[in-house]
């Protein structure tokens, strides 16, 4: 069984950082695409990050482009997530997800909270 498990999340200002974590428990991380998903009160939830089984190639949402940076380390089976110049509007539970060929599986999610 895979099993994910987020840390990282908190409460920061307008304009400061945080950097969320990915603990991958599990057989074959580096087989895994691995992304970060968000959910906001009200809202779907959203692809926020991507990347592949290499750490090569990266996809961001248009609204943390140039912000957000997903990173993996396949020797540690983490993948992360720096987030800086957060706004108000990143304020979401954040999920990582595992995307195989068979199945995908999500964490319990991180709850990030931006301040004005």
């Known amino acids: 069984q895979v099993i994910l498990v987020e840390s990282g999340g908190g409460l920061v200002q307008t304009g400061g950082s945080l950097r969320l974590s990915c603990a991958f428990s599990g057989p074959a991380f580096s087989s895994y695409a691995m992304a970060w998903f968000r959910q906001a009160p009200g809202r779907e939830r959203e692809l926020v990050a991507a990347v592949d089984w290499s750490g090569r190639n990266v996809r961001y949402v248009d609204s943390v482009k140039g912000r957000f940076t997903i990173s993996r380390d396949n020797t540690k089976d983490t993948v992360l997530l720096q987030m800086n110049n957060l706004k108000p509007e990143d304020t979401a539970v954040y999920y990582c997800?595992?995307?195989?060929?068979?199945?995908?599986?999500w964490g319990q999610g991180t709850q990030v909270t931006v301040s004005s």
């Open positions: 997800n595992a995307d195989g060929i068979v199945r995908k599986f």
